[in-house]
């Protein structure tokens, strides 16, 4: 069905666009803003449970476990979605603005991936829902066949004020003179309130102001299989007290965001995302209250700790406490060791954009360790990347002439280096499965 024959959707990406206009933003008053601007509480408790119907399963998507380890709490499962069958656990690589970097959608196809992650801050700087709605949505726009996951855009609340998470956890920051966020940390977000989160645009200034609501419209603009709701996502050095105000206005986002979707489900699937950084108490508090809600998957986000030893021992408190019978996701972790140690404890799927940044910087994956194609050792190395890799690249080139196109700056070493990890991380996610049904792991 085309988004144009729903009047009301249309004319709600028409005002969400709106929204986004400079324009139109700058012309308000600050004094009109101050007065629209809603104040509560920070620690006011978000709608009860009861004021949602029951989760009912979806003819449209639905998961199931096909077996159960003896050994450990890893599982092997399928999700359903309107665009194709996810087995899990399995690997989810990052396409942002709607494409694997130096790769296209039918080899992505080729090397076995399932389900593709867009951003939906990204994707509303350009080309806009509007474009996409009037493509027919993401599938069509992008011409990918398979499912696709798209966030909510929230995570630019932490990222576009901290740098990437290295960069927070080593202290490294970027400063901003203005806003006035939460958690009192700035970058070029402007401000963070219960309306939502006010960005300036990094591409061409404009002021943004993404809320639940209007991050649930461009998802329902793009048509994406699994759509997340609107959240905060605060830093890992956070005091207890802006922690606790973070995670509640997290829920209150995320309960209006349900609200939205359940208003008009397009045969698409929501996960929350449970939150609470690295403390027991609000990772509790958060498990406790969304899964009562009628959400269709759980995704683990917020702060998952400063390495993979508290990540593990978190995920061993959480994962138990989700439903069983919905999947989760892991969201923003995916290289290959903890992989290894997440999937015993049930996680279903991992996203990450490190394979495909890899190849890009001359990395790649294979079952002996890493390969830095860049070093001279590799000048005159005629065997492939990977001897047991089946991948079109080992198939068909050597260790001598990928070296070669790096040392060239050949776009298509990139684009073979980031075709070969996506395949051997598909390769490595189908291994995990075999070894679930075999009780390995």
Not at 244 to 272: G, T
Not at 333 to 343: F, H, K, R, T
């Amino acid at each position: 069905m085309m988004w144009r024959r729903h009047d009301s959707s249309w004319r709600a990406v028409a005002a969400l666009r709106r929204t986004f206009s400079s324009d139109a933003t700058e012309a308000i008053s600050e004094k009109s803003k101050k007065k629209r601007e809603v104040k509560i509480h920070p620690l006011t408790p978000p709608p009860p449970p009861s004021d949602f119907p029951a989760w009912e399963p979806r003819d449209f998507f639905r998961y199931e476990v096909l077996h159960q380890s003896k050994r450990s709490a890893a599982r092997v499962g399928r999700i359903h979605t309107p665009h194709g069958i996810v087995d899990t656990p399995n690997f989810v690589a990052v396409g942002t603005n709607g494409t694997l970097k130096a790769v296209d959608h039918r080899q992505a196809d080729d090397a076995g991936l399932q389900l593709m992650f867009c951003n939906t801050y990204h994707l509303l700087l350009q080309p806009g829902p509007d474009t996409i709605a009037a493509a027919g949505g993401l599938h069509k726009y992008v011409n990918r066949t398979k499912p696709i996951i798209t966030d909510s855009g929230g995570f630019q609340v932490f990222s576009l004020s901290h740098g990437s998470v290295h960069d927070e956890l080593n202290m490294k920051a970027r400063k901003s003179k203005t806003g006035s966020g939460t958690g009192e940390w700035q970058g070029t977000l402007i401000k963070v309130n219960e309306e939502g989160a006010t960005f300036r645009s990094y591409i061409d200034g404009a002021r943004i102001l993404l809320t639940p609501e209007s991050s649930v419209d461009a998802q329902k603009a793009y048509k994406s299989d699994i759509i997340i709701p609107l959240d905060e996502l605060p830093p890992y050095h956070i005091t207890p007290e802006l922690l606790e105000k973070s995670v509640y206005l997290s829920h209150r986002w995320m309960a209006r965001s349900l609200k939205r979707h359940l208003a008009n489900i397009n045969e698409q699937a929501m996960y929350a995302v449970v939150h609470g950084g690295i403390d027991r108490p609000m990772r509790q508090l958060s498990i406790d209250y969304l899964t009562q809600l009628p959400f269709d998957g759980y995704c683990i986000g917020g702060s998952l700790g400063k390495d993979r030893q508290e990540l593990v021992e978190l995920l061993k408190f959480v994962m138990p406490q989700l439903p069983a019978n919905k999947p989760n996701h892991l969201l923003g972790i995916a290289d290959v060791p903890s992989i290894e140690e997440c999937v015993p404890l049930g996680v279903d799927t991992f996203d990450s954009c490190f394979p495909t940044r890899l190849g890009r910087h001359n990395t790649l994956l294979t079952r002996n360790g890493r390969v830095n194609i860049k070093k001279r050792i590799y000048a005159r190395d005629f065997r492939p990347v990977d001897e047991e890799c089946e991948c079109h690249v080992c198939k068909n080139h050597t260790l001598a002439y990928l070296h070669h196109l790096c040392r060239a700056n050949e776009p298509m070493g990139a684009q073979l280096n980031t075709l070969h990890n996506l395949h051997y991380m598909c390769d490595f996610m189908a291994d995990q499965r075999q070894k679930i049904l075999n009780d390995e792991i």
